[in-house]
């Protein structure tokens, strides 16, 4: 059983645009000396005047948005001072700085006091920025190498801007993982993955035949032991009543966000066993012989929600449920089959919907994902409008 790191939003429109040289990032297809090539891009460096700053960047943002569009790189500084550039770079600088604008430039300010990172030279050519932004003079521009990918810690942070240009550690990649993370978590964890996913689609099965719930399940993991099991229970309500089943379905019960509601109801009882517990509209407690079976297994004490734990699917999550994942701080989730019609995990636009929701940059948190390849459920049958 094979692995495939799910792309993020960036990941998948960086390679849209053909940024890197072959494969994908999240697959980690790369000949070392490809992948320097490739990560490496060159940008349009000038130095300013300090009190023109201000008005030099808007005035380029305005004059030439490519700049700023067209590719991320918001891990390095736009403005930094001459004594916090590597050696290379002050010596390539022509010394004299440029006015920002027709104002400063009347004021005849000539010394240098900052630099400014303008933009990819991919964006626009040198004569293009010349003509569009006079104050920029050619003969101040000149061109360096900068990282293209932001930095996954603060040592390599510190490394690139010694080597490059100031550079940022926001702790996260906006590319999506590095390859060392993926490939370091998936060989801890493909050993492993036949028995999660059996174990997940034992349990899709069993609230299949008990007409609980969609033919799709889910186990959570700590420390690669699997610490709870849940199955699909959204038409739980109607099965247990006379009434017709599988019309009133409860959306809460899926089975990722059952798999959370366990690990919640472990960690509250876990002190204070109730008597009698009652069943939530999550369904946070075992319906099937599986799911007991593993309620009973312990799991450390005083966790914070599902931080260290991780989570694997029968089918990609939903946009609700990926969302859940993201707010529980699970790290690492694996789904078998890719929602096309429904999914909120891949990124890709192409038989998906794209919302990569495990790895944005607007939100707080990211975790790793991947999709089992081969996209197998283990012969679960589930509707393409189904969500999970």
């Given at each position: ?28 297809s790369?000949p070392k ?15 300013i ?7 030099t960047?808007a ?6 948005p ?14 930094v001072?001459?004594?916090?550039l590597?050696?290379?770079v002050?010596r ?7 006015s ?14 900052i630099?400014?990172l303008v933009?990819?030279v991919?964006?626009?050519?040198l004569p293009?920025?010349s ?13 360096i ?9 603060a ?6 801007s ?12 906006p590319?999506?993982?590095?390859p ?11 050993p492993?993955?036949?028995?999660w ?42 099965a ?17 966000l059952?798999?959370i ?7 509250l ?18 319906l ?6 593993y ?28 969302m859940?994942l993201?707010?529980?701080?699970f ?14 995990a ?26 089992v ?16």
């Amino acid at each position: 059983m094979q692995l495939k790191g799910v792309e993020s939003r960036q990941e998948a429109a960086a390679i849209g645009r053909n940024i890197w040289s072959e494969g994908s990032f999240g697959e980690i297809s790369f000949p070392k000396s490809q992948l320097q090539n490739s990560l490496d891009i060159d940008v349009y460096v000038v130095p300013i005047a300090l009190t023109a700053a201000s008005q030099t960047l808007a005035d380029l943002r305005a004059a030439a948005p490519a700049c700023f569009d067209s590719l991320d790189l918001q891990h390095l500084r736009r403005l930094v001072r001459p004594e916090h550039l590597p050696a290379h770079v002050r010596r390539a600088g022509p010394g004299e700085a440029v006015s920002g604008s027709s104002e400063a430039a009347a004021a005849g300010s000539s010394s240098t006091d900052i630099y400014l990172l303008v933009g990819p030279v991919s964006s626009i050519s040198l004569p293009a920025l010349s003509q569009l932004l006079p104050c920029l003079r050619s003969a101040s521009i000149t061109t360096i190498k900068v990282p293209l990918l932001a930095p996954t810690s603060a040592a390599a942070a510190q490394l690139a801007s010694q080597a490059y240009w100031p550079t940022v550690f926001k702790n996260h990649n906006p590319f999506g993982p590095h390859p060392s993370l993926l490939a370091r978590a998936e060989t801890d964890m493909l050993p492993h993955l036949d028995h999660w996913l059996a174990t997940a689609q034992r349990a899709a099965r069993e609230s299949a035949e008990r007409g609980i719930g969609e033919a799709c399940g889910a186990v959570v993991l700590e420390r690669n032991a699997i610490a709870a099991v849940a199955g699909d229970a959204r038409w739980a309500a109607s099965a247990s009543t006379a009434a017709s089943p599988k019309t009133t379905p409860n959306a809460l019960a899926h089975p990722a966000l059952r798999a959370i509601a366990l690990i919640a109801h472990k960690r509250l009882s876990a002190p204070h066993p109730p008597a009698t517990p009652p069943q939530s509209a999550f369904q946070d407690l075992p319906l099937t012989p599986l799911e007991a079976e593993y309620h009973s297994v312990p799991i450390a004490p005083g966790g914070y929600l599902c931080v260290g734990l991780d989570m694997v699917l029968t089918h990609e999550p939903c946009v609700m449920c990926a969302m859940a994942l993201l707010h529980a701080r699970f790290g690492r989730v694996v789904f078998g089959r890719r929602m096309p019609r429904t999914g909120g995990a891949v990124a890709a636009t192409s038989n998906a919907l794209g919302h990569g929701i495990f790895w944005r940059e607007e939100l707080s948190w990211r975790l790793l994902a991947w999709e089992v390849e081969g996209g197998e459920a283990g012969g679960l049958e589930v509707g393409q409008d189904v969500h999970v």
